[in-house]
């Protein structure tokens, strides 16, 4: 079975400051897409990235950057030097190879305090 | 680009009442829309996936009748909460995505997200 798991749930962290939020995922395809989304608190859910099963490579946008671990089954997602305007909740999510809906994880909740 | 506009963004009114959402692509031709609900402090259950000119395929436990969704054409779909009720509040969000012609794997493409509509029925 598919599955997305987002062990933290709550994360507070002070401006400034780098945080990790872990996503572990499970499934038997071997073909699959990992992607995270942001929902602000005016609750749409914004696109931040796409990663396919057959690219490791870690990927750095500006102060975002993902760690994607195979071997582990993990997607981690670090914001360096957390801004107030990252708070928001933060899902990891898996693509189906047949169809490619997406199975969310349970979002963790980061607030950055100035 | 790849913008997805929701309306109306929140709803409020009396149990009984039919509601209709409406979710547009306004840049690009969605072939595929997608339907979740989303309780407060909660993950995104998805509702119903549905293509272009064809009927929507419910999820496991989601009353087709109660909620109708229509995509009759590439950058239109629609959600209809049928005779609604205090437990249908919630907040709702749509999603579109572009395949196109032909691209292997487009079902990869990332989907993109309208700003959700918040339904509270009295």
């Known amino acids: 079975a598919q599955k997305v798991t987002q062990a933290q749930t709550e994360i507070s962290v002070v401006e400034k400051e780098d945080v990790t939020l872990d996503c572990v995922y499970e499934?038997?395809?071997?073909?699959?897409?990992l992607f995270w989304y942001k929902q602000p608190p005016s609750g749409e859910l914004v696109f931040l990235i796409r990663r396919n099963s057959f690219d490791e490579q870690n990927e750095i946008s500006g102060r975002y950057s993902w760690n994607f671990q195979k071997s582990t089954s993990s997607f981690n997602f670090t914001i360096t030097a957390s801004q107030v305007v990252d708070s928001a909740v933060y899902f990891c999510?898996?693509?189906?190879?047949?169809?490619?809906?997406?199975?969310f994880g349970q979002g963790t909740e980061l607030s950055v305090k100035p | 680009g790849a913008v997805v506009s929701q309306h109306p963004s929140r709803v409020i009114c009396k149990s009984g009442t039919s509601v209709k959402i409406e979710c547009r692509s306004l840049d690009f031709q969605a072939t595929t829309m997608f339907w979740y609900r989303q309780f407060p402090k909660q993950s995104l259950m998805l509702m119903a996936t549905s293509n272009e000119g064809s009927k929507a395929t419910y999820e496991q436990g989601v009353e087709k009748d109660k909620f109708l969704i229509n995509h009759a054409s590439l950058t239109l779909s629609t959600l209809t909460v049928t005779s609604a009720h205090p437990e249908d509040s919630s907040f709702y969000i749509c999603?579109?995505?572009?395949?196109?012609?032909?691209?292997?794997?487009?079902?990869?493409?990332?989907?993109?997200f309208g700003d959700g509509t918040r339904l509270s029925i009295l």
């Open positions: 999603s579109a995505r572009d395949l196109p012609p032909g691209w292997v794997g487009g079902e990869h493409q990332p989907q993109h």
């Open positions: 999510a898996l693509s189906e190879v047949s169809g490619g809906k997406l199975i």
């Open positions: 499934t038997r395809d071997t073909t699959y897409y």
